[in-house]
């Protein structure tokens, strides 16, 4: 590669690098993630063992998990949304290429600062859920949970900006004729998911930023002592995680549902149903985060409800489990490497989807978890699940994204190795579980059995070591020799098929028409079409213009996080002793005024844009000036009050209340100054006469930012100065 | 709204029912100041149960008006929110007449939420995807105020914390179960966050129906 | 102990828990055997025989089969929350009286007072067979878990968050446990046994546990004592009836009527009690007590005295 394409790679806003850069970043963590997992199968080959120390055995199966989760799985399925959701839809390129780019480059930050911590005086070793109080300063004082929170936080802003791109695009760059009924399945998970990790990233964002505050600020949200709740960590973190099994498992599901019905050639049985059951996941996943808490002791209440909508999941999933294998019913099925792994996920998913229930049923999960059962269960998900799914992805679309295929009979050998080091590795794990192992120990007393069962699991990890070389290989060697692909080397029917292997920049010469759900195959059997969805359309319907979109869909996201640090407000001032602080702390008679301020910017923005559309720049140059000097009040105001309070000594870490309140004003106010640059960079450009030509999107897009801050600061005045003194 | 007559019946006979167990005894004795998960039982009954089938139970016009969807949710979250305010609750445990106000005005708020859906005209409807929207909307809300109730140290509705006469179930409840004021209302808040969810995520479900059913042609066979 | 200590329960509660434990693994497994046999002989049965052969009328679904495999697992998890709702009531009671025993969880090693006489003890947990009684759990740091799963469910130990528990156990044994939740460092060498013994030998063990600690008069032992006080170890281990009450570190009034040395990472005997004097951080690495820098003159005094504490 020259040194100039190598700088277009870096520059790139092209989709398809970037999903690209996505996929092999991904696939680099993959190897560390990996190796990290032998060095921990290693120490626990055999009871006592002393290859690790217990301080590394527990950074290292730290990093695994964050790394596996946030630095390889997430961004993996990001970067195949990347690369194929423009081209399942006839789009030229993402809604928002720039914005595309700098999610992606949050990726390699991110893991950068976490890998960091490694050498900034050891890496975090809390686990990847990082309970609370054990993350605090106290118990965890080195750096590493600083690095972790940092990352997590960048990496969850990068997740977010890929979400926002995926969901816009979705919304408004469709093909003439596609309807959002009739979209591919992994566009239309791609899209769930990408909703998902709008609503769900946001409460981890708030956690992490909680627990920041308590290490580096010394506030007191997750110590008990101090009067806060290690509890609501706990509540954030899971109200985020379990969510996230979903954005993992979800476009995995929609990698499945394109591959079996090309290789089955038959077109995928119950489409509606697979997409509306995602739905039904999705909706459910976001109400059953307590029962990764049934142990905590919530109560009975608690426990029982929570059973009941985790039993609820099992309904959809299986929904579709019944329809991929419907799919293969009756169809002419080619067993090629794609659908070998789709079809090791459908069983191996099946079992982890059925230890997931074991553990909706209360009493087992009493047992049964945080031991070996539960890293038995989880990897059936996560790896047996969506890395089947991924790797059965990679099979399928390598040709379309490199032009060659990989070759078949290695495709084999790493299909056979990785199903048997999968399996052995892990489905001992659910004996080892049963034998009352508990996981995440270093080393573990020589009871009967265990030392055996371990080190079948030891062997088992490297046989899939083993199978991540062969796959290595084979993209090596056949990215240089392999058979030439062609367009559409499997007779596929959805779009990215219709263009070149790989395809030109600009995507396609001509999208072809869409009227079902199989376009490439209407157009090859136009005798024998699927049942028509959409009229004959020439041209895109008119639609939102994606900036609106995609700020609405990136306020939503903002919202969510408000939303999180308010519920924490809330938590933590229902008692005497925080209302107090409330009552005497704030002046709610001064802060209206700026209140009123900040409400009538609101007003005159509106007034502003009214003026722009009816063309009167003038009156638009006006307007705008007098929102930014009430943005600037109400932001002078708000200092004028945290002037006062610190006079009074209520600062950060003086009582809940104050950790609190300067938590969500802050963030506020933080969000009021990014609008009021982005206001004046709108009067920059209104002075320069940029919006003479009628493109005022942008305008709209801010106007939308600033309404949503105001509406902010409404539910902050009435919560915290109208509602908070009297809690 | 249905086109069929005996499943309008159907939807018809649904509500009364509902209301029935919502309004007749034992439902309604023990949501009188006994226990205030039966109140929400109750509640819920009152405010998305009986109004949506009624509504489905209406002779199918295309041609009647619709209301703002804001107006709709702004009635929903009200609907939820209004009564639990202590002063609120507690008072329509105490007096008979606000709490028929309280029991007319849940049937009047739960119609305005599911007018928007299935109130109006088939024609005058909100389209599927919006309606999702606007019952994810309508569940956040409940949602929030389920969490609230779950997880809250208060007492929401101090009413129910010393029954006048606690009748024969509390005291079998508290011998057998170890039944407690807070459990009481934390099974209330989670009656309203997990059941009452379901009833929205229900109806999405019912949106998606729509949605695919309206396509050109049906793809199933 | 058989293979499994989840499959061989010594309480009601475990047993409980065992039962729905079957129902659930059975249904799993008919449900995984049915999948998996369904997947296989498609793939076996629709095979492509022919090159390229199309499949010219496909079904895209069935209206009648979907409903049915939607309503089939809602039936299914209906049973299954039943089961789930009667096995949590019978393998959890809930607690309707005060506590007989504190266990309070530490950084890496269990602190257990039986709150009705006073015995304070370590890592071993003393009950009478066939009797009930309520454990109160806490912490004094991070979160940790109570597990021994052959008497019952594990429960988590929260700062701020205490909860309860009922044990008890249907037969004598030794049964062990360990904490659940990751607790930092040495989460794995945080483990405990619980005796159950006979009344007689539970009163027995009480009552010995209720006496202060042996004063040793002469000799080693002597000279480990004064040791004991002047090396620092008071400032974290208490010895009941002397003015040390230091409750940071185990209670060492009876250590040597223990079985185990620091939380089961070792069997307590001499010359392990030595090795661990010698350097506890070679022995548990990352454990709370400090490398004392001892000699072995020193060392063999503190285990001649320590020997004394039964």
């Given at each position: 590669?020259?040194?100039?394409?190598?700088?277009?790679?870096?520059?790139?806003?092209?989709?398809?690098?970037?999903?690209i850069?996505?996929?092999?970043?991904?696939?680099?963590?993959?190897?560390?993630?990996?190796?990290?997992?032998?060095?921990?199968?290693?120490q626990?080959?055999?009871?006592?063992?002393?290859?690790?120390?217990?301080?590394?055995?527990?950074?290292?199966?730290?990093?695994?998990?964050?790394?596996?989760?946030?630095?390889?799985?997430?961004?993996?399925?990001?970067?195949?949304?990347?690369?194929?959701?423009?081209?399942?839809?006839g789009?030229?390129?993402?809604?928002?290429?720039?914005?595309?780019a700098?999610?992606?480059?949050?990726?390699?930050?991110?893991?950068?600062?976490?890998?960091?911590?490694?050498?900034?005086?050891?890496?975090?070793?809390?686990?990847?859920?990082?309970y609370a109080?054990?993350?605090?300063?106290?118990?965890?004082?080195?750096t590493?949970?600083?690095?972790?929170?940092?990352?997590?936080?960048?990496?969850?802003?990068?997740?977010?900006?890929?979400?926002?791109n995926?969901?816009?695009?979705?919304?408004?760059?469709?093909?003439p004729?596609?309807?959002?009924?009739?979209?591919?399945?992994?566009?239309?998970?791609?899209?769930?998911?990408s909703?998902?990790?709008?609503?769900?990233?946001?409460?981890?964002?708030?956690?992490?930023?909680?627990?920041?505050?308590?290490?580096?600020?010394?506030?007191?949200?997750?110590?008990?002592?101090?009067?806060?709740?290690?509890?609501?960590?706990?509540?954030?973190?899971?109200?985020?995680?379990?969510?996230?099994?979903?954005?993992?498992?979800?476009?995995?599901?929609?990698?499945?549902?394109?591959?079996?019905?090309?290789?089955?050639?038959?077109?995928?049985?119950g489409?509606?149903?697979?997409?509306?059951?995602?739905?039904?996941?999705?909706?459910?996943?976001?109400?059953?985060w307590?029962?990764?808490?049934?142990?905590?002791?919530?109560g009975?209440?608690?426990?029982?409800?929570f059973?009941?909508?985790?039993?609820?999941?099992?309904?959809?999933?299986?929904?579709?489990?019944?329809?991929?294998?419907?799919?293969?019913?009756?169809?002419?099925?080619?067993?090629?490497?794609?659908?070998?792994f789709?079809?090791?996920?459908?069983?191996?998913?099946?079992?982890g989807?059925?230890?997931?229930?074991?553990?909706?049923?209360?009493?087992?999960?009493?047992?049964?978890?945080?031991?070996?059962?539960l890293v038995a269960?989880?990897?059936?998900?996560?790896?047996?699940?969506?890395?089947?799914g991924?790797?059965?992805?990679?099979?399928?679309?390598?040709?379309?994204?490199?032009?060659?295929?990989?070759?078949?009979?290695?495709?084999?050998?790493?299909?056979?190795?990785?199903?048997?080091?999968?399996?052995?590795?892990f489905?001992?794990?659910?004996?080892?579980?049963?034998m009352?192992?508990?996981?995440r120990v270093?080393?573990?007393?020589?009871?009967?059995?265990?030392?055996?069962?371990?080190?079948?699991?030891?062997?088992?990890?490297?046989?899939?070591?083993?199978?991540?070389?062969?796959?290595?290989?084979?993209?090596?060697?056949?990215?240089?020799?392999?058979?030439?692909?062609?367009?559409?080397?499997?007779?596929?029917?959805t779009l990215?098929?219709?263009?070149?292997?790989?395809?030109?920049?600009?995507?396609?010469?001509?999208v072809p028409?869409?009227r079902?759900?199989?376009?490439?195959?209407?157009?090859a059997?136009?005798?024998?079409?699927?049942?028509?969805?959409?009229?004959?359309?020439?041209?895109?319907?008119?639609?939102?213009?994606?900036?609106?979109?995609?700020?609405?869909?990136f306020?939503?996201?903002?919202?969510?996080?408000?939303l999180?640090?308010?519920?924490?407000?809330?938590?933590?001032?229902?008692?005497?002793?925080?209302?107090?602080?409330?009552?005497t702390?704030?002046?709610?008679?001064?802060?209206a005024?700026?209140?009123?301020a900040?409400?009538?910017?609101?007003?005159?923005?509106?007034?502003?844009?009214?003026?722009?559309?009816?063309?009167?720049?003038?009156a638009?140059?006006?307007?705008?000036?007098?929102?930014?000097?009430?943005g600037?009040?109400?932001?002078v105001?708000?200092?004028?009050?945290?002037?006062?309070?610190?006079?009074?000594?209520?600062?950060?870490?003086?009582?809940?209340?104050?950790?609190?309140?300067?938590?969500?004003?802050g963030?506020?106010?933080?969000?009021?100054?990014?609008?009021?640059?982005?206001?004046?960079?709108?009067?920059?450009?209104?002075?320069a006469?940029?919006?003479?030509?009628?493109?005022?999107?942008?305008?709209?897009?801010?106007?939308?930012?600033?309404?949503?801050?105001?509406?902010?600061?409404?539910?902050v005045?009435?919560?915290?100065?109208?509602?908070?003194?009297?809690? | 709204?249905?086109?069929?007559?005996?499943?309008?019946?159907?939807?018809?006979?649904?509500?009364?029912?509902?209301l029935?167990v919502?309004?007749l005894?034992?439902l309604?004795?023990?949501?009188?100041g006994?226990?205030?998960?039966?109140?929400?039982?109750?509640?819920l009954l009152?405010?998305?149960?009986?109004?949506?089938?009624?509504l489905?139970?209406?002779?199918p016009t295309?041609?009647?008006r619709s209301?703002?969807?804001?107006?709709?949710?702004?009635?929903?979250?009200a609907?939820?929110?209004?009564?639990?305010?202590?002063?609120?609750?507690?008072a329509?445990?105490?007096?008979?007449?606000?709490?028929?106000?309280?029991?007319?005005?849940?049937?009047?708020?739960?119609?305005?939420?599911?007018?928007p859906?299935?109130?109006?005209?088939?024609?005058?409807?909100?389209?599927?995807?919006?309606?999702v929207?606007?019952?994810f909307?309508?569940?956040?809300?409940?949602?929030?105020?389920?969490?609230?109730?779950?997880?809250?140290?208060?007492?929401?509705?101090?009413?129910?914390?010393?029954?006048?006469d606690?009748?024969?179930?509390l005291?079998?409840?508290s011998?057998?179960?170890?039944?407690?004021?807070?459990?009481?209302?934390?099974?209330?808040?989670?009656?309203?966050?997990?059941?009452?969810?379901?009833?929205?995520?229900?109806?999405?479900?019912a949106?998606?129906?729509?949605?695919?059913?309206?396509a050109?042609a049906r793809?199933?066979? | 102990?058989?293979?499994?200590?989840?499959?061989?329960?010594?309480?009601?509660?475990?047993?409980?828990?065992?039962?729905?434990?079957?129902?659930?693994?059975?249904?799993?497994?008919?449900?995984?055997?049915?999948?998996?046999?369904?997947?296989?002989?498609?793939?076996?049965?629709?095979r492509?025989?022919?090159?390229?052969?199309?499949?010219?009328?496909?079904a895209?679904?069935?209206?009648?089969?979907?409903?049915?495999?939607?309503?089939?697992?809602?039936?299914?998890?209906i049973?299954?929350?039943?089961?789930?709702?009667?096995?949590?009531?019978?393998?959890?009671?809930?607690?309707?009286r005060?506590?007989?025993?504190?266990?309070?969880?530490?950084?890496?090693?269990?602190?257990?007072?039986?709150?009705?006489?006073?015995v304070?003890?370590?890592?071993?947990?003393?009950?009478?067979?066939?009797?009930?009684?309520l454990?109160?759990?806490?912490?004094?740091?991070?979160?940790?878990?109570?597990?021994?799963?052959?008497?019952?469910?594990?429960?988590d130990?929260?700062?701020?968050h205490?909860?309860?528990?009922?044990?008890e156990?249907?037969?004598?044994?030794?049964?062990?446990?360990s904490?659940?939740?990751?607790?930092?460092?040495?989460?794995?060498?945080?483990r405990?046994?619980v005796?159950?013994?006979?009344?007689d030998?539970?009163?027995?063990?009480?009552?010995?546990?209720?006496?202060?600690?042996?004063?040793?008069?002469?000799?080693?032992?002597?000279?480990?004592?004064?040791?004991?006080?002047?090396?620092?170890?008071?400032?974290?281990?208490?010895?009941r009836?002397?003015?040390?009450?230091?409750?940071?570190?185990?209670?060492?009034?009876?250590?040597a009527?223990?079985t185990?040395?620091?939380?089961?990472?070792?069997?307590n005997?001499?010359?392990?009690?030595?090795?661990w004097?010698?350097?506890?951080q070679?022995?548990?690495p990352?454990?709370?007590?400090?490398?004392?820098?001892?000699?072995?003159?020193?060392v063999?005094?503190?285990?001649?005295?320590?020997?004394?504490?039964?």
């Open positions: 590669m020259s040194t100039g394409s190598r700088r277009a790679w870096l520059m790139t806003v092209d989709h398809k690098r970037i999903g850069l996505y996929i092999l970043t991904a696939l680099v963590f993959f190897l560390v993630g990996g190796l990290e997992a032998l060095a921990l199968r290693i626990l080959v055999k009871p006592g063992n002393h290859f690790l120390s217990p301080q590394a055995f527990n950074e290292l199966f730290t990093m695994h998990g964050t790394t596996m989760i946030f630095l390889v799985a997430m961004p993996a399925l990001i970067g195949f949304g990347n690369y194929l959701l423009p081209l399942m839809i789009a030229r390129d993402m809604a928002f290429p720039r914005l595309n700098l999610g992606y480059w949050m990726l390699p930050c991110g893991g950068f600062l976490l890998y960091f911590s490694f050498l900034a005086g050891g890496a975090p070793s809390v686990g990847w859920f990082s109080p054990l993350s605090e300063a106290a118990y965890s004082s080195n590493g949970v600083d690095y972790w929170t940092i990352a997590i936080l960048l990496l969850g802003a990068g997740s977010v900006a890929g979400a926002v995926l969901i816009t695009t979705t919304l408004t760059l469709r093909a004729g596609m309807t959002l009924r009739q979209v591919p399945l992994f566009v239309w998970m791609m899209f769930i998911t909703i998902l990790i709008i609503l769900a990233i946001p409460a981890l964002n708030a956690d992490v930023v909680l627990l920041m505050l308590d290490r580096l600020l010394r506030a007191h949200f997750f110590v008990a002592t101090g009067g806060g709740s290690a509890l609501l960590w706990q509540h954030f973190f899971w109200a985020f995680g379990h969510p996230e099994v979903y954005i993992l498992a979800l476009p995995a599901f929609g990698m499945i549902s394109e591959v079996i019905p090309v290789f089955a050639r038959k077109p995928i049985f489409y509606e149903f697979v997409a509306a059951s995602t739905v039904a996941i999705a909706l459910l996943s976001l109400g059953v307590a029962h990764h808490m049934f142990a905590v002791g919530l009975r209440p608690s426990d029982l409800f059973a009941a909508s985790s039993f609820l999941i099992a309904v959809p999933t299986g929904v579709k489990i019944f329809n991929w294998t419907a799919t293969l019913w009756g169809g002419s099925i080619r067993l090629r490497t794609p659908l070998l789709a079809v090791a996920f459908l069983i191996q998913f099946t079992v989807g059925l230890s997931g229930i074991t553990f909706a049923m209360v009493p087992m999960d009493w047992q049964l978890t945080d031991t070996y059962y269960h989880m990897h059936y998900v996560m790896f047996g699940g969506t890395l089947f991924l790797f059965a992805g990679v099979y399928y679309w390598f040709p379309k994204m490199t032009g060659r295929k990989l070759n078949e009979g290695a495709g084999r050998w790493h299909f056979w190795l990785t199903v048997i080091g999968f399996n052995l590795t489905f001992v794990q659910h004996f080892l579980g049963l009352g192992m508990p996981r270093y080393t573990y007393p020589d009871l009967p059995y265990w030392g055996a069962f371990n080190a079948i699991s030891t062997v088992g990890a490297f046989i899939l070591g083993l199978s991540v070389v062969v796959l290595l290989v084979n993209i090596w060697v056949s990215l240089r020799r392999g058979e030439i692909a062609g367009d559409n080397p499997w007779d596929a029917w990215e098929w219709a263009t070149t292997s790989p395809p030109p920049e600009h995507n396609f010469r001509a028409p869409v079902s759900r199989r376009p490439l195959w209407d157009l059997h136009p005798q024998n079409c699927d049942p028509v969805l959409s009229p004959a359309v020439t041209v895109a319907p008119r639609i939102k213009p994606p900036a609106l979109t995609g700020t609405a869909t306020i939503v996201s903002e919202a969510m996080f408000f999180m640090l308010l519920i924490a407000f809330v938590f933590y001032n229902v008692s005497s002793h925080g209302g107090q602080y409330a009552a702390a704030l002046n709610a008679g001064r802060s005024i700026f209140t009123i900040l409400l009538a910017s609101s007003g005159t923005l509106w007034l502003g844009e009214r003026a722009l559309d009816r063309g009167r720049q003038g638009f140059r006006l307007w705008i000036a007098v929102t930014l000097a009430l600037v009040v109400f932001l105001g708000q200092g004028g009050e945290y002037l006062d309070l610190l006079h009074k000594g209520v600062v950060i870490n003086s009582s809940l209340f104050a950790s609190t309140f300067f938590t969500v004003t963030f506020h106010g933080l969000h009021v100054a990014v609008g009021l640059i982005a206001l004046l960079v709108l009067a920059i450009q209104a002075w006469g940029d919006f003479r030509k009628g493109r005022t999107d942008g305008v709209h897009a801010v106007s939308l930012y600033w309404h949503f801050v105001d509406a902010v600061w409404i539910a005045f009435i919560l915290i100065y109208l509602i908070g003194p009297h809690l | 709204m249905s086109e069929s007559r005996p499943l309008r019946f159907g939807y018809l006979a649904g509500a009364a029912a509902l029935a919502a309004l005894p034992p309604s004795t023990l949501a009188h006994i226990l205030f998960s039966a109140h929400m039982l109750q509640h009152l405010l998305l149960g009986v109004p949506a089938f009624a489905l139970g209406f002779p295309s041609a009647r209301i703002s969807p804001v107006l709709g949710w702004a009635a929903g979250a609907g939820m929110w209004v009564w639990h305010v202590p002063l609120f609750c507690n329509a445990v105490r007096s008979a007449g606000i709490q028929s106000l309280q029991t007319v005005s849940l049937l009047g708020f739960g119609a305005l939420f599911w007018w859906l299935i109130g109006a005209g088939s024609e005058r409807r909100l389209a599927p995807l919006a309606g929207t606007y019952l909307a309508g569940c956040v809300s409940c949602t929030l105020q389920g969490i609230l109730l779950t997880f809250s140290p208060v007492e929401i509705c101090s009413a129910f914390l010393n029954p006048a606690p009748g024969p179930v005291p079998w409840l011998s057998h179960w170890g039944f407690t004021p807070a459990a009481d209302q934390q099974i209330g808040g989670l009656i309203m966050w997990v059941p009452a969810c379901l009833v929205y995520l229900g109806a999405i479900m949106q998606f129906v729509r949605w695919y059913g309206s050109g793809a199933l066979s | 102990m058989r293979f499994s200590p989840i499959f061989d329960p010594v309480s009601s509660q475990a047993t409980a828990i065992l039962r729905v434990s079957v129902v659930g693994f059975v249904v799993a497994a008919v449900i995984f055997v049915g999948v998996t046999v369904w997947v296989v002989y498609s793939l076996i049965r629709f492509a025989r022919l090159e390229n052969p199309e499949v010219e009328k496909p895209f679904g069935n209206l009648k089969l979907e409903i049915a495999w939607t309503l089939v697992p809602v039936l299914i998890v049973f299954l929350f039943a089961i789930t709702a009667r096995g949590m009531r019978l393998s959890d009671p809930p607690a309707d005060d506590p007989d025993i504190l266990v309070i969880a530490h950084q890496w090693w269990w602190e257990i007072d039986y709150l009705h006489t006073g304070l003890t370590a890592n071993e947990l003393h009950i009478p067979v066939g009797r009930k009684l454990l109160r759990l806490e912490s004094a740091d991070v979160i940790h878990d109570f597990w021994a799963p052959q008497l019952g469910r594990k429960i130990m929260v700062p701020g205490p909860n309860s528990l009922w044990i156990a249907d037969r004598t044994g030794a049964f062990s446990g904490c659940g939740e990751y607790c930092g460092t040495q989460h794995a060498w945080m405990f046994t005796f159950a013994d006979t009344p030998d539970f009163g027995h063990w009480q009552e010995a546990q209720r006496l202060s600690a042996r004063v040793a008069r002469l000799g080693r032992p002597l000279a480990g004592q004064q040791l004991f006080t002047q090396l620092t170890c008071v400032n974290c281990h208490a010895l009836g002397t003015q040390n009450v230091a409750r940071v570190a185990p209670d060492l009034t009876h250590f009527s223990r185990t040395l620091g939380a089961g990472v070792l069997p005997s001499p010359p392990n009690l030595a090795r004097l010698l350097n506890p070679d022995v548990k990352g454990c709370l007590m400090p490398n004392f820098q001892l000699n072995t003159g020193q063999a005094d503190l285990v001649a005295y320590m020997e004394t504490l039964k």
